[in-house]
């Protein structure tokens, strides 16, 4: 069974082919993250225009690394939520359209359901891809952290799932990403953080961790002005200091001791709620998936704190792409999951798990 996935949530416009739930035949990423830089964030105008140029041969490059055509194709699976609504709707229009002239059935599905099926791949024919030697086991807790979420999900089985807890404002991604901007570090955040952070220390600064009702539930946004109102004080201003000036005041050694503090402070957080779900519902296998699965940092403490090895996906697959989803779709078409209606299939910009 041969599915194509198609992913345009964010800034990414991503197609792969997955073979029977576990083997990667094709992964293709246009990024328009260049474009963004400039701005410290994605700007969903601009993240559109780039699917509508890039969507088409992003997927005719997907099947051609496949070896495939579409008479080799099974169906279809497309993210339809969440997301930002202009990109969504590029990916869902292509999948709808592709479904409709190639006759495939369509599979709906949701971007951080498809992150935890990046950790399902376990074998492919493409170069450079490091994967884990076998799929996860069930029940599995699943750690989704990325730009967009921050959530704690176990898994009793195939499409049988609660969700502990989720951020009740910033995803951790979005901290990296903002508390860069703040220390005058590039965007992506995370990965700019993660490199300064190499130089910095991070018991420098010492940042309050969130106090919530709910035990598995996140926030990040005061520890984002945390650091900025910290920022501020070292270089001997008060709050109302702009907070755009910052950076030109701050030396590179207090720069590295921010992004260290931030990180483990950011990443212990995270961790912390993990060993607590682990302690709690003792699951057979713990995976973590979304862009911030890529950072060090997180995949040191995890290793440290649980007893059993926590796995990831390769790099490439932790952010976002169609791997991951075109995966989930080869489990719907396996395990019978409903197909959607390629002619009304809608996109839910604000779907949960
Ligand atoms: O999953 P993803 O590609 O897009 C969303 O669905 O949001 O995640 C992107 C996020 C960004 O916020 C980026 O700063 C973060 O993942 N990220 C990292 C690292 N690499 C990427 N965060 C921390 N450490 C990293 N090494
Ligand atoms: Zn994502």
Same mark, same amino acid.
């Given at each position: 069974? /041969?599915?194509?996935? %198609?992913?345009? !949530?964010?800034?990414?416009?991503?197609?792969?082919?997955?073979?029977?739930?576990?083997?990667?035949?094709?992964?293709?990423?246009?990024?328009?993250?260049?474009?963004?830089?400039?701005?410290?964030?994605?700007? &969903?105008?601009? #993240?559109?225009?780039?699917?509508?140029? *890039?969507?088409?041969?992003?997927?005719?490059?997907?099947?051609?690394?496949?070896?495939?055509?579409?008479?080799?194709?099974?169906?279809?699976?497309?993210?339809?939520?969440?997301?930002?609504?202009?990109?969504?709707?590029?990916?869902?229009?292509?999948?709808?359209?592709?479904?409709?002239?190639?006759?495939?059935?369509? @599979?709906?599905?949701?971007?951080?359901?498809?992150?935890?099926?990046?950790? +399902?791949?376990?074998?492919?024919?493409?170069?450079?891809?490091?994967?884990?030697?076998?799929?996860?086991?069930?029940?599995?807790?699943?750690?989704?952290?990325?730009?967009?979420?921050?959530?704690?999900?176990?898994?009793?089985?195939?499409?049988? @799932?609660?969700?502990?807890?989720?951020?009740?404002?910033?995803?951790?991604?979005? #901290?990296?990403?903002?508390?860069?901007?703040?220390?005058?570090?590039?965007?992506?955040?995370?990965?700019?953080?993660?490199? *300064? #952070?190499?130089?910095?220390?991070?018991?420098? @600064?010492?940042?309050?961790? *969130?106090?919530?009702? /709910?035990?598995?539930?996140?926030?990040?946004?005061?520890?984002?002005?945390?650091?900025?109102?910290? *920022? $501020?004080?070292?270089?001997?201003?008060?709050?109302? +200091?702009?907070?755009?000036?910052?950076?030109?005041?701050? !030396?590179?050694? $207090?720069?590295?001791? +921010?992004?260290? !503090?931030?990180?483990?402070?950011?990443?212990?957080?995270?961790?912390?709620?993990?060993?607590?779900?682990?302690?709690?519902?003792?699951?057979?296998?713990?995976? %973590?998936?979304?862009?911030? #699965?890529?950072?060090?940092?997180?995949?040191? $403490?995890? !290793?440290?704190?649980?007893?059993?090895? %926590? $796995? @990831?996906?390769?790099?490439?697959?932790?952010?976002?792409?169609?791997?991951? %989803?075109?995966?989930?779709?080869?489990?719907?078409?396996?395990?019978?999951?409903?197909?959607?209606? &390629?002619?009304?299939?809608?996109?839910?910009?604000?779907?949960?798990?």
């Amino acid at each position: 069974m /041969k599915i194509l996935g %198609i992913e345009t !949530s964010c800034d990414e416009t991503a197609a792969a082919v997955v073979e029977d739930g576990k083997k990667l035949l094709s992964n293709v990423v246009a990024s328009s993250m260049d474009l963004h830089a400039k701005y410290g964030g994605v700007v &969903p105008e601009i #993240a559109a225009r780039s699917h509508i140029e *890039a969507i088409n041969p992003v997927i005719e490059q997907a099947l051609t690394e496949a070896k495939c055509t579409w008479g080799d194709i099974d169906g279809i699976a497309v993210t339809y939520g969440a997301g930002l609504g202009g990109c969504l709707l590029v990916g869902v229009l292509a999948a709808r359209t592709a479904s409709i002239i190639h006759k495939k059935p369509l @599979y709906a599905c949701n971007h951080v359901e498809g992150h935890v099926y990046a950790n +399902f791949l376990t074998a492919t024919t493409l170069p450079g891809y490091t994967m884990p030697s076998k799929q996860p086991d069930f029940p599995l807790l699943a750690l989704i952290v990325s730009g967009g979420h921050t959530q704690l999900v176990l898994f009793k089985n195939h499409f049988d @799932y609660i969700l502990l807890g989720r951020t009740g404002d910033d995803a951790i991604g979005e #901290a990296f990403d903002k508390v860069a901007k703040i220390i005058g570090l590039p965007y992506p955040g995370g990965p700019s953080v993660a490199k *300064a #952070a190499l130089n910095g220390d991070p018991v420098k @600064y010492h940042f309050p961790k *969130a106090k919530l009702d /709910k035990p598995y539930d996140f926030s990040f946004s005061g520890l984002k002005t945390a650091v900025l109102r910290t *920022a $501020q004080k070292e270089i001997g201003e008060d709050h109302t +200091f702009i907070s755009k000036n910052v950076p030109d005041r701050l !030396s590179g050694t $207090q720069k590295a001791d +921010f992004a260290a !503090s931030f990180q483990r402070l950011a990443v212990e957080t995270v961790v912390d709620k993990t060993e607590k779900a682990f302690e709690e519902f003792s699951p057979k296998s713990v995976v %973590i998936a979304g862009g911030v #699965a890529a950072s060090g940092e997180l995949r040191r $403490q995890l !290793s440290e704190r649980l007893p059993l090895p %926590i $796995q @990831y996906p390769d790099m490439k697959l932790c952010t976002d792409n169609g791997a991951m %989803i075109a995966t989930l779709g080869c489990f719907k078409m396996k395990l019978n999951q409903p197909t959607a209606d &390629p002619y009304s299939l809608d996109i839910q910009p604000n779907l949960s798990m």
